[in-house]
């Protein structure tokens, strides 16, 4: 179980905030100098060299968006120039790309960031140039809208690359491309100029993800427990109605893929702050603010706790809670995680993008007036960045490309590279890895300034 340091502040993590971005410059340099485009999208590091690995190029965003993150927290145009011109090369044809669900990740890393740098004058202002940043967005939250299940509850879900039938957790972070879509005024227009509202898209997907793939130990199954999550709900798509769990890079479908959970974390998180903008009268006819609000309260309460009692003492998770391999490591929940352990591996990514999703929580609830239970989410949220921020995990070799070490991509399929005279993969990075640790980075090194708040939308 996660042990919280309640010492700790973002100032006092301030030092080894800078020393992340000292090492992520020039990680960032290598890989846009090294990196062929005709290979597609950098993924993960193989004997310390970024991969592709094939799939879909959802890693492309975080590629180009670290640039864009590195530009921010230092002032470094270097890295503008470079974010910008190899978005205006690469992303255009994923704005309106048909076949994924992960315009949040994607577009969102690179057009939206570029859009906030702009509103919150970190850039010069410039018009048209923001409409350009503007009309990518509003298209992507539109194509991304239009991927739609309906449910036989009355809820849908934007379905995963593997089909309609399929609801991915990992989309309740995609739920950004919707959210700033409507937020600048976009709806998703279909056949005889019928107008589908992109925040209504979004609430339903939220309410199917928190009722389908997050549990609360209601004995919803013999494995029901209290925060865990499926990776991905099965549905009847001429019903619309739910069949069954299942999982793609997990270990089973009655286990929590550890990323997944993250994801839920975060992706909740992020929305209960979106939801924070919207006028009550915009949310009436979806159960109101009370209830929009509680449902998703109520999954981001249970997945950060259940994050918090399944990881090990210092916050870093094994890639998923129920991995055949734990069994055999004793009470591994009562001390630091090992990634050089021979039976399961760790997985950091897992572990920078659960700790945005507690710093993000934690925070809402401070603002909420709940300082308990805000200040336990916020500080766990430091004490797991403490250790990310350190050796082993953070990556100090000039030689190797990834920033943060010991990632995991696809277990099951067997995708991450396992060293020389160890049983399991370690010592690799992912390009969602990298992005999230200088996403958190960056979040935690304001929160030190006491610096604007970065959020995916306008707060105003």
């Known amino acids: 179980m996660l042990k919280i340091d309640y010492t700790i502040t973002a100032k006092t993590l301030a030092p080894k905030i800078e020393r992340l971005f000292e090492l992520s410059a020039a990680k960032i340099s290598s890989l846009m100098k090294t990196w062929d485009v005709k290979n597609g999208a950098p993924v993960i590091t193989v004997k310390g060299k970024y991969t592709t690995r094939a799939w879909t190029e959802w890693t492309l965003g975080f590629h180009y968006g670290s640039a864009l993150l590195q530009f921010d927290a230092t002032g470094e145009k270097r890295f503008l120039e470079l974010g910008r011109r190899e978005i205006l090369k690469r992303m255009p044809a994923y704005v309106t790309h048909m076949g994924v669900h992960d315009h949040g990740f994607n577009v969102i890393s690179t057009y939206g960031n570029l859009h906030r740098l702009m509103r919150e004058g970190r850039i010069p202002y410039n018009e048209w140039e923001r409409n350009f940043y503007g009309l990518a967005l509003k298209c992507s939250g539109a194509v991304q809208a239009a991927r739609w299940t309906q449910t036989s509850d009355g809820t849908g879900y934007i379905y995963s690359f593997n089909g309609p039938h399929s609801l991915f957790i990992d989309t309740m972070r995609s739920l950004r491309s919707l959210a700033l879509a409507h937020q600048l005024g976009q709806v998703l227009k279909v056949d005889g100029d019928h107008s589908i509202c992109l925040l209504e898209r979004l609430i339903r997907h939220a309410q199917a993800t928190a009722k389908y793939n997050v549990y609360y130990g209601k004995g919803r199954d013999r494995f029901d427990v209290r925060g865990r999550v499926a990776h991905e709900s099965i549905f009847n798509v001429k019903t619309g109605a739910y069949r069954c769990p299942n999982s793609q890079q997990g270990y089973s479908p ?108 934690g925070r809402f609830l401070r603002q909420k007036g709940l300082q308990k239970d805000g200040q336990k989410y ?76 970065p959020t995916f939308f306008d707060p105003e």
């Open 254 to 361: 009655f286990t929590t893929w550890t990323r997944g959970l993250a994801w839920a974390m975060l992706g909740f998180a992020e929305q209960l702050e979106f939801l924070e903008t919207v006028s009550d009268e915009e949310l009436k006819e979806y159960r109101g603010r009370r209830g929009i609000t509680s449902t998703m309260m109520k999954a981001a309460r249970a997945t950060c706790d259940y994050y918090i009692e399944n990881t090990p003492t210092d916050g870093i998770p094994y890639w998923d809670t129920g991995a055949p391999g734990l069994e055999r490591m004793g009470d591994y929940l009562n001390k630091p995680a090992d990634p050089f352990n021979d039976f399961e591996p760790v997985d950091s990514s897992a572990a920078v993008i659960a700790a945005q999703g507690l710093l993000r929580f």
């Open 378 to 453: 916020y500080n766990a949220a430091l004490t797991v960045a403490r250790v990310l921020l350190d050796v082993p995990y953070l990556s100090t070799r000039t030689h190797h490309q990834g920033l943060i070490l010991h990632s995991v991509y696809h277990r099951p399929n067997g995708w991450d590279f396992i060293p020389r005279g160890s049983q399991v993969p370690n010592g690799e990075s992912s390009m969602w890895g990298d992005y999230h640790a200088i996403e958190l980075g960056l979040m935690i090194l304001r929160e030190a300034r006491r610096d604007t708040y």
